[in-house]
């Protein structure tokens, strides 16, 4: 029997996506994270299958999320990079484009994003109402999603505002607020099958947690780290961070509440009886940050790897993922497969028996998930830009690694090259000892993209980087 024909023999399942916010490798206890805890998400890894090599769609926000929704990746995908709207919001994705909340509404699913979007602002086409979604709440412009006391959140195409969050008052939190909506949405639909787009904006900067658990971590990661922001409200009000006297203390209170959401969801689909029949998969859209007063180098926050929010190193890309099915999923597995986000919309194609696009660049894991290896497909290599900074490009072939920084600046740039067998820190640049493998990958980095006429990937563009 075919790992298919295997998820058909029952009801299609419900399907709960978590997708932290700057989450880093090493920030889950189950991932080796050793100064605090993560117990809610650990007890998600006992009971299900934890991987070691999975990688975000991209280093920042957007195009990683437009990754993950198209099933591309980023030299194919329609948003690559951070392109910012103003007065609020970021380039759309076009109304042509297939998403995986269209394709989960094509299968019958009721489909909710609650948290932040990032693909086009308010009323676009790229607006997630326009985008597959029955109903969002939450920050529409990942810019503004640097507030986590924000004076509005959109309920669909509706602003709400928040009165008490006025004159940048710290009095409603606005993950709390986004975190209710999400579990209303769950037990509204406990009878079809749905699917939960649940994109938390914690621990992005700024750092900010609500007063209770800064207590309960006040004083217990010193020396503190103090930062300096911003005090200008044109500035605040267009997304600059906020000062953080406590940053380590804020950054453990942020991820404590996010690992106890993850609970409380965890809970809410047992106490409503279709645990058995509901998927729940929890990664980061990317590696740690460094910004807002945010410390990875004190908590270790990408692990053994090199790297951190914007690298193309392993730090930058590779990050947690757990998935949670029960019946399914073996209970306290692991797995070295290499995914990537662009491999979920077509894993979910299999499991929910709709055609995925031809045009795609993912590979299902359904196989991987349900036991079944030896059927498993895998991809001759992953593919990774990067617009700021110069330029970056990556690709992972096999147990190769190769990077190549300032491609705008320098498009003969020398590319490194790493053996992830043997140095996952991506410390050792062997490519002056592998001249064939370099050779390989300079073709693959010329043959792995498509033009863009809004990422063009060229001097002009990264010339207008802000």
Not at 319 to 333: A, D, F, N, Y
Request: with cysteine.
């Amino acid at each position: 029997m075919s790992s298919i024909e295997n998820v058909n023999r029952v009801s299609k399942p419900n399907i709960i996506y978590i997708l932290a916010d700057d989450l880093g490798y090493g920030d889950l206890s189950s991932y080796g994270q050793q100064k605090f805890s993560t117990p809610n998400i650990d007890k998600l890894a006992t009971q299900g299958m934890l991987f070691t090599q999975h990688y975000s769609g991209s280093t920042v926000c957007a195009p990683s999320r437009s990754a993950l929704l198209t099933g591309m990746h980023t030299g194919h995908t329609v948003v690559r990079g951070n392109k910012e709207i103003q007065p609020e919001g970021q380039y759309p994705i076009p109304d042509a484009t297939y998403t995986m909340a269209e394709a989960m509404k094509k299968a019958g699913y009721v489909t909710g994003a609650f948290g932040k979007w990032g693909l086009g602002f308010p009323g676009s086409e790229g607006d997630p109402i326009n985008q597959g979604f029955d109903t969002f709440f939450g920050y529409n412009c990942q810019r503004l999603g640097h507030k986590y006391y924000p004076d509005h959140l959109w309920s669909n195409k509706d602003s709400i505002v928040i009165k008490e969050n006025k004159n940048f008052a710290n009095a409603v939190y606005a993950p709390s607020v986004i975190h209710d909506k999400t579990l209303e949405f769950i037990e509204q639909n406990k009878d079809k099958p749905f699917f939960a787009y649940v994109a938390s904006i914690i621990p992005h900067a700024e750092l900010a947690a609500p007063e209770e658990l800064m207590k309960k971590y006040r004083n217990k990661f010193l020396p503190e780290k103090k930062f300096i922001g911003s005090n200008f409200p044109a500035e605040l009000n267009n997304g600059a961070y906020k000062s953080q006297d406590e940053s380590h203390a804020a950054f453990v209170a942020m991820i404590d509440l996010l690992d106890q959401q993850v609970g409380e969801i965890m809970k809410k689909v047992d106490e409503l009886g279709i645990a058995d029949n509901t998927i729940i998969i929890f990664t980061s859209d990317n590696g740690p940050h460094t910004e807002g007063g945010a410390d990875p180098k004190y908590f270790d926050s990408n692990g053994p790897l090199k790297g951190t929010k914007r690298d193309l190193y392993e730090g930058g890309i590779r990050v947690p993922m757990i998935v949670k099915w029960p019946g399914k999923v073996k209970e306290g597995s692991k797995s070295d497969h290499i995914s990537a986000f662009w491999d979920v919309f077509p894993t979910f194609a299999d499991i929910i028996e709709v055609d995925k696009p031809k045009n795609i660049d993912g590979i299902s894991f359904l196989p991987e998930i349900l036991g079944d290896s030896k059927n498993q497909k895998e991809h001759e290599y992953l593919y990774w830009e990067f617009h700021e900074k110069g330029g970056r490009q990556a690709v992972r072939m096999g147990d190769w690694k190769a990077v190549k920084y300032n491609v705008l600046k320098n498009p003969k740039a020398p590319l490194e090259l790493y053996d992830l067998t043997k140095d996952i820190g991506e410390k050792n640049n062997v490519a002056a000892q592998h001249p064939e493998i370099v050779s390989k990958m300079e073709a693959i980095l010329k043959e792995a993209r498509t033009p863009s006429d809004v990422f063009t990937f060229s001097q002009e563009t990264f010339l207008n980087v802000d």
